[in-house]
């Protein structure tokens, strides 16, 4: 009764930019924290960045100075501005939504992945 539809991945240059949104819809009562992760072939999924409702952040070392993460309330979506790209970005890349839905449950939703491709 949730779904995160995310968007805007692609191939990519090293040293170039993409902008990523996910956009949460169905029984929400409340958006809690987002955020980004990614998952490379072969490998653990990890955490990228993630903003909580109050908009504090939270970035990976290794995408610290590079990515800004961002959220609209109002269109119930979270943005992962990604610069300066590197190959070691290559992965799948979900996001994930903390909320209360209308029964007032907690309940953790993923998109469905959109692959960042950075090569030359």
């Known amino acids: 009764q949730v779904q995160l539809v995310e968007s805007g991945g692609g191939l990519v240059q090293p040293g170039g930019s993409l902008r990523l949104s996910c956009a949460a819809s169905g029984s929400i009562f409340r958006l809690n924290a987002m955020g980004w992760y990614r998952q490379a072939p072969g490998k653990q999924r990890e955490l990228v960045a993630d903003?909580?409702?109050?908009?504090?952040?939270n970035y990976a070392a290794s995408v610290k100075g590079r990515f800004t993460i961002s959220r609209d309330n109002a269109k119930n979506t979270v943005y992962l501005q990604m610069n300066s790209l590197k190959p070691e970005d290559t992965a799948v890349y979900y996001c994930n939504v903390d909320l209360l839905d209308y029964s007032l449950r907690a309940l953790s939703s993923w998109g469905q992945g959109t692959q960042v491709t950075v090569s030359s």
């Open positions: 903003i909580t409702s109050g908009a504090r952040t």
